[in-house]
């Protein structure tokens, strides 16, 4: 079965840079989720779309932004990049919002791993 | 304090044994709980959701959700090596937001 895509699969930034990641959801599924994972800890819920609005917003810092697109791909925009930012982002997908966890069960694509130097 | 809670472990299980894993949430506003596997640089992979009380099997895997104690919990039987990973019990919120444990690191010992 086809899963979340994630692109680039590793990307190397000095500070200050920026940089994009890029998501494309399970066929089907409308809504995306992108969550950041630091070294040894939990993935941390940073920002949602649903039919290409933004439905929801975590800890996500304002030099980030995002968007969701008509084809429902989804992009992580990243701008002075800061040492604290390396990390694995990975991004989720899911069949609507409407709270049944038969269809808002959420799939993890295989992540961008980001390294700032 | 985290609204879902894990033990951190390790928790070490010979194989073939059950591996038992616990988790507690403090939104009462949940509804769902999923439990991901995650292997060490790798994404989460879903093992089981569940939103009744009770228990719910699938294969292997029985989760268990008490919603008046705020507990969910994993049941791994027959373990198996490949199953050494790290657990993370999840919390669906409003519009799908997951809320994540710090997740169960288990090891399973031939």
């Known amino acids: 079965a086809a899963g979340v895509i994630q692109s680039p699969r590793h990307l190397i930034k000095e500070k200050r840079e920026t940089a994009t990641l890029k998501c494309y959801p399970i066929p089907r599924h409308d809504t995306v989720y992108w969550y950041q994972q630091g070294p040894g800890q939990d993935p941390q819920f940073l920002i949602s779309?649903?039919?290409?609005?933004?439905?929801d917003k975590g800890s996500i810092p304002d030099r980030f932004s995002a968007q969701q697109f008509s084809d429902y791909h989804s992009e992580l925009n990243m701008s002075s990049l800061e040492l604290g930012d390396s990390a694995l982002y990975f991004c989720?997908?899911?069949?609507?919002?409407?709270?049944?966890?038969?269809?808002?069960?959420?799939?993890f694509g295989p992540g961008t791993r980001l390294t700032v130097l | 304090q985290k609204e879902v809670e894990q033990n951190s472990g390790p928790l070490s299980v010979p194989e073939g044994a059950i591996a038992s894993l616990n988790c507690t949430y403090s939104?009462?506003?949940?509804?769902?709980f999923f439990w991901y596997r995650q292997y060490s640089g790798k994404s989460p992979e879903l093992i089981m959701f569940i939103y009744s009380n009770g228990d719910k099997e699938d294969g292997r895997f029985t989760a268990q959700l008490n919603k008046a104690s705020q507990y969910v919990s994993l049941l791994i039987r027959d373990s198996q090596p490949s199953d050494s990973a790290t657990y993370l019990c999840?919390?669906?919120?409003?519009?799908?937001?997951?809320?994540f444990g710090a997740g169960t690191q288990v090891v399973v010992t031939p």
């Open positions: 999840a919390a669906g919120g409003s519009w799908g937001k997951l809320q």
């Open positions: 779309f649903y039919e290409k609005m933004q439905s």
């Open positions: 939104d009462r506003g949940s509804q769902s």
């Open positions: 989720a997908s899911s069949f609507g919002t409407s709270g049944s966890p038969n269809t808002d069960t959420q799939y």
